[in-house]
């Protein structure tokens, strides 16, 4: 796929490249764009990347992304990056990043959590990086991979 | 370190500082304590106890602080009798109980309450117990009695045994003695073992865990064995207890291959694991045990207020 093609077939919104091949559905997921909403959305699955060997590009028209759904977006794909366009040009360019702390993004998978009985928000604090591992604020239990997915 | 107004949630909070200023603030109050009996540095000062969940001798045992302390008492023993029934929520609770009472001390059935409830509070709060998460101030009681016990933490050896997987005092208890040079044979049932991010933990801090299932075999390298009930409550299914009920008996026989300087531990209360045999002979620890949860709570309570 020639790289002209991946980022200015939009004229204004985000592309979201270098996402993990397979993981597109839970990006549009996480984005809220499961349902047709107004602007073009735009889903390449699978593509050959330097960087990754396959990964998958988000390319959602007229939508620009809040700090939140950026960080959420790092938790299932901590390379990729976030392109801002704008009259078919790229006008920012930046990486995601786990944040040291994730505020209501994730819901605890404890089931006897307390914040998931009481009104709080739930709260994560990084562990590690690489592999991601997530320690609960309240009940202190760890999370790691696939269960964070699920958490989302 | 300032105490006042801090509160008591987990273990993890603490650092190895933290753990030996409380033992020796606990050691300095025990010497008062026999010297008079009694003290006033708590006089006015009211403790709130919040029991959410049954629990007579960790609630006894705040509350004989408190009173020892020369300070008084207000509080419940089961949510049944609170608005709780009503649906009130943990945080209103809290911020109602918080107007009547200088510290606030709760046992709650879910984990991560006590965190809840301390970050709501303005005043100090102590977990004594969450669900199966951490019982922070058993731990410290079980540090402060090894401690007075051997005369150090470091170079010992210490077998936790049974309930390894739902035992929060095993968690805390563990996740502590990482700070110091120990090694921790982890025995349990195949069912109940520690779980997995405690151990890969303890192993990072430079812990030498060794898990097995045979007591027997263990036994001769310990200096201190720390027995656990297995807590039928916990266990979301009747028949996984029943596979692991009455697994290990500590008795004479067991102990015979013991060193003689072996202290058998248990957070108590106590069901089959320990035989009452053992209470006549130099391995029963655990009423000492039980006696030192007075001076480290009174340590606690007085430092959170401010008045030590």
């Known amino acids: 796929m020639p790289e002209s093609l991946k980022i200015e077939v939009i004229p204004e919104g985000t592309v979201i490249d270098h996402i993990p091949a397979g993981k597109w559905l839970k990006v549009i997921e996480i984005l809220g764009l499961t349902e047709p909403n107004g602007g073009t959305l735009l889903i390449a699955s699978n593509v050959p990347s330097k960087k990754l060997g396959r990964k998958d590009i988000v390319k959602v028209e007229g939508r620009y992304l809040s700090e939140e759904e950026v960080n959420k977006i790092a938790l299932i794909a901590p390379m990729a990056t976030v392109n801002i366009v704008k009259d078919y040009k790229i006008i920012e360019k930046f990486n995601v990043e786990i944040p040291d702390e994730i505020t209501g993004i994730l819901k605890c998978p404890n089931p006897n959590c307390v914040s998931n009985h009481e009104y709080v928000t739930s709260r994560f604090h990084v562990e590690s990086r690489e592999p991601l591992k997530l320690r609960c604020h309240y009940c202190e239990r760890t999370i790691e991979g696939e269960d964070i997915i699920g958490s989302l | ?308």
């Open chain 2, 1 to 308: 370190m300032d105490w006042k107004g801090r509160d008591v949630v987990s273990i993890r909070d603490f650092s190895k500082d933290d753990i030996e200023f409380v033992s020796k603030v606990a050691e300095r109050l025990e010497e008062e304590l026999n010297e008079r009996g009694s003290l006033d540095y708590a006089r006015g000062k009211i403790l709130a106890t919040l029991f959410f969940e049954p629990s007579t001798r960790t609630r006894l045992s705040f509350e004989s602080a408190m009173h020892r302390l020369g300070g008084s008492v207000i509080g419940f023993s089961s949510a049944s009798s609170t608005s709780v029934k009503k649906g009130e929520s943990l945080a209103d609770t809290i911020k109602t109980v918080e107007q009547y009472s200088d510290v606030i001390v709760i046992r709650h059935p879910m984990e991560g309450a006590a965190r809840l409830a301390a970050e709501v509070a303005e005043v100090p709060v102590i977990n004594a117990g969450d669900g199966s998460n951490q019982h922070p101030t058993q731990t410290l009681l079980d540090l402060y009695t090894i401690k007075k016990t051997f005369g150090k933490i470091d170079g010992i050896t210490i077998g936790l045994l049974g309930d390894l997987k739902y035992g929060r005092t095993v968690h805390s208890l563990a996740e502590a003695l990482a700070f110091y040079d120990v090694k921790l044979y982890l025995i349990s049932p195949e069912l109940l073992r520690m779980p997995r991010h405690i151990v890969d933990e303890l192993r990072e801090k430079g812990v030498k865990v060794y898990e097995t299932t045979d007591l027997e075999g263990a036994i001769p390298e310990l200096d201190v064995l720390y027995v656990t009930r297995i807590q039928r409550e916990r266990f979301p299914d009747e028949e996984e207890y029943l596979k692991v009920k009455g697994s290990y008996q500590v008795n004479l026989e067991v102990l015979k291959n013991a060193k003689e300087t072996l202290k058998v531990m248990h957070p108590l209360p106590r069901v089959d694991e320990i035989h009452p045999d053992v209470d006549k002979t130099e391995h029963a620890l655990y009423f000492r045990q039980v006696f030192s949860g007075v001076p480290v709570r009174m340590a606690l309570l007085g430092l959170t207020l401010g008045v030590l």
